[in-house]
């Protein structure tokens, strides 16, 4: 007795299905990955374009800052040392004069002027600085001069902290005939006043209204200013603690005081679109940890559906048995009631109904039986034979023949002789009928198609080339998909329903074999579809 085997075994099923669902797991948590790669390449983006924004800031407060030094500090703070020279570089004694005669600005601690040919350097004024600032400010200024200053300036600044206090100087220098530096003028201004001229600075609108909404810099910014003893000359109020700065310098004629901006966090929704994108990671680890959640609730699901198997299998065994009982009543009674071994009429009948009562419950038998065989069975299967594939063609090209000629179109063959092959005879009439007519619909008006057949290597190859336009390399696999079509056959409206090609596949695949197109020897395309000759499991497809 041939043993009862299952098509294909629950436990290869289980696996199966158990794989699966681990590499949707495996996927879900590379689509995961990749959405909190693209959440943070989106909130890098949004960060780089505030920090831009706080450059900017940076930008604009070092431009309106050194116009407020100019204007404030150095050009007042210069005209009074000049006029405290006896006018030099005014080219107006009087109002030399007068300037002298409103006595000194009330930032000016004292006035400087060094010799550089002879060396000699005066300090004036009744805040003179300390031994140490004073010989900083010989030594700095007097290679400033030469080194640093640029003829074309009519000022400069120069800031230091000799004595562990940041000191903000600012000269002039004069120059001779011949374009050497001769003489140095200067100042040294109060830190005291600073602040005052960089908070006029921070009165200017640093962002434009249309990205702050007409918000004060108060509420979106703030900025320090910081000396080269890492001293605080102007810090604005309030300060935000931010990651979001930027750095800046003046410029070498203002003593390059450091500039740092930071941009207030809450503010980051007005200023870019959006907003700075929060973390997508808690919101990622639950989705995948709901993911692998359900795969576990599926993985107990397909356990449940493996015992159901095996109680199906059960069922069937036990039918078995079941099928086996009313046959043996019915032989029994029938053979009693042949061989007339019967008593009575009374034992005749009883015989005859217990006969119609088996067979009635081995027709209920059946009948179940037979109802959860179809609920079980798979699609149709084709129906393979051995088939003389010469024979076949010309019967297929005889139906096809009115077809080509509506076209002028006419058919050359190149079929070798004697092939054979185990196919379904209405599948591979199909196969060929679908590549005509392809060769007929995409091809030019009398043109030749092409049409070969060879068997190689354990497989039949047919083949059909036409003289159309051929088919893109990069759009030879979307050809094979159903209801696909080229932008050129939407544009000329070239008839058809985008299925043929999928159907020659799916044949081809469904007798293990392979389609595909490449291009023709005489130009336009060549469609291909390889079958084995004989038929066998496990299909492949290019």
Known sequence: MTPYRRPFSQGRRARFVVGLLLLTLVLAAALAYEAHTAARSHRAAARSALEDHAAFVAYQFVDHAQSKLDHKIITPGLLYVMAAEGGVGTGDPEHAAEVRSNGPPLFLLYTLRIDLDSGDFTVTGNRPPSGVVQAWARDTLSVAARAVYDTAWDHAGLAGAPDGRSHFLVYTVDFDDEGRPRTVWGFEADAAYLPQVFNYAFDYPLLPPSLTGGASNTEVLSVDVSGPAGDTL?????????????????????????????????SADALIIGGLPRSRLPLLIGLFLLAGGLVAAAIVLLRREVEFARLRADFVSNVSHELRTPLAQIRMFTETLLLDRVRSDVERRRGLEIVDQEA???????????LFSRSERDGTRLNIERTQLRRHLGEVLDAFQPLAAAKAVSVETEVAEAVEAEVDQAAFRQIVLNFLDNAVKYGPEGQTIRLGLAARDGTVRLWVDDEGPGVPIDKRNEVWKPFSRLDR?????????????????????????????????????????????????GPQVR
């Open 360 to 370: 009635r419950r081995l027709s209920h038998l059946v009948a179940n039986i037979l």
């Open 489 to 537: 056959e939407r544009e000329n409206a070239t008839a058809g329903t985008g299925i043929g090609l999928s159907v020659v596949r799916q044949l081809a695949i469904q007798h293990g074999g392979r389609a595909w197109v490449e291009d023709a020897s005489g130009g336009g395309a060549r469609f291909v579809v390889e079958l084995p000759i004989a038929a066998r499991a």
């Open 234 to 266: 102007f810090a604005s109020e309030p300060q935000y603690a931010s990651d979001l700065r930027a750095t800046d310098r003046l410029d070498e004629q203002h003593a390059r005081l450091a500039v740092e901006v930071a941009l207030r966090l809450e």
